[in-house]
C-alpha cells in the first residue's frame, strides 16, 4: 500500500536508478522493482532512507515524506 499518492506525469526520475524517467526505456529496472523497494525520489531524484522489514519496506524522502510497500 502506498502512503504518498502521486499522478503519473510527476515522474520525472527513476525510482531505482535515478536518471530520467524519459530517457530509455529503463526494463531492468522495472525487473528490479518487481523485488525490491524504490531507491530514489521520482520527484526530486534524492537518494531516499530505504528500510526493509518482513511485512514489506518502507522509503523516505527528506523533501517529499514516506512511502510503503
Known amino acids: 500500500m502506498t502512503e504518498l499518492v502521486e499522478p503519473a506525469t510527476a515522474q520525472r526520475w527513476c525510482d531505482r536508478c535515478g536518471e530520467p524517467a524519459d530517457a530509455g526505456a529503463h526494463e531492468a529496472c522495472a525487473a528490479a522493482r518487481a523485488l525490491e523497494p524504490p ?31
Open 39 to 69: 531507491r530514489y525520489c521520482t520527484r526530486c531524484r534524492r537518494r531516499m532512507k530505504v528500510q526493509v522489514v518482513p511485512t514489506g519496506w518502507s522509503a523516505v524522502c527528506v523533501e517529499h515524506g514516506e512511502i510503503r510497500g
